[in-house]
């Protein structure tokens, strides 16, 4: 499995919510295993060279399946990835903000977050990850009402979120998330 759109929509929303909520502009990127961009969402009044960054941060994350915090430190001279972000067109972040996101210990898309200074990328990346966790923590549950291999939209993951908001109103907006997120990764 790799992330998939709706999946994505969702994640962006999550990371949306929370940059709004901390009060910084940020720019948003997902992609799938292969680094490839799936989304993008640049918030008003974000820094224009946050949204180069944060395609690279998810593409790093992705490429080279680990947080682009563990390619600095690797990426040092004497270390084993020394000198690599020079290669790669300069896609290779070696600092905060990109994360890969795992399923079945099988790295299937990475997230790029920049925009605030490295604290609040950091942030932000944490809050999208912990909500992706709470996803994958709901899928078995999840599998046990919807019919494995169903095909999602970004429009039928909306609906869903919706019927969840109006069946179930006391579940906070994380928990509504985080239940269609579990559903959409059946």
């Given at each position: 499995m790799s992330l998939n759109l709706p999946l994505c929509t969702l994640l962006t929303e999550v990371a949306e919510a929370r940059a709004t909520a901390m009060g910084v502009a940020m720019v948003i990127a997902l992609a799938d295993e292969h680094g490839e961009l799936i989304t993008f969402a640049r918030m008003a009044e974000a820094l224009p060279a946050s949204t180069e960054i944060a395609v690279a941060k998810a593409y790093t994350a992705a490429a080279l399946r680990m947080p682009t915090e563990q390619?600095?430190?690797?990426?040092?001279?004497?270390?084993?990835?020394?000198?690599?972000?020079?290669?790669?067109?300069?896609?290779?972040?070696?600092?905060?903000?990109?994360?890969?996101?795992?399923?079945?210990?099988?790295?299937?898309?990475?997230?790029?977050?920049?925009?605030?200074?490295?604290?609040?990328?950091?942030?932000?990346?944490?809050?999208?990850?912990t909500a992706f966790k709470a996803m994958k923590a709901l899928?078995?549950?999840?599998?046990?009402?919807?019919?494995?291999?169903?095909?999602?939209?970004?429009?039928?993951?909306?609906?869903?979120?919706?019927?969840?908001?109006?069946?179930?109103?006391?579940?906070?907006?994380?928990?509504?998330?985080?239940?269609?997120?579990?559903?959409?990764?059946?």
């Amino acid at each position: 499995m790799s992330l998939n759109l709706p999946l994505c929509t969702l994640l962006t929303e999550v990371a949306e919510a929370r940059a709004t909520a901390m009060g910084v502009a940020m720019v948003i990127a997902l992609a799938d295993e292969h680094g490839e961009l799936i989304t993008f969402a640049r918030m008003a009044e974000a820094l224009p060279a946050s949204t180069e960054i944060a395609v690279a941060k998810a593409y790093t994350a992705a490429a080279l399946r680990m947080p682009t915090e563990q390619v600095g430190v690797l990426a040092q001279p004497g270390e084993a990835l020394y000198g690599i972000q020079d290669s790669m067109q300069r896609r290779i972040v070696t600092f905060g903000g990109g994360r890969p996101l795992c399923l079945a210990e099988k790295v299937i898309g990475a997230i790029g977050i920049s925009g605030g200074n490295l604290a609040e990328d950091l942030t932000l990346v944490d809050a999208v990850v912990t909500a992706f966790k709470a996803m994958k923590a709901l899928r078995g549950a999840a599998a046990t009402v919807v019919c494995p291999g169903m095909a999602w939209t970004t429009a039928a993951g909306r609906r869903l979120g919706r019927i969840l908001r109006d069946q179930l109103p006391q579940l906070g907006e994380e928990a509504i998330r985080a239940l269609t997120g579990a559903i959409l990764l059946v």
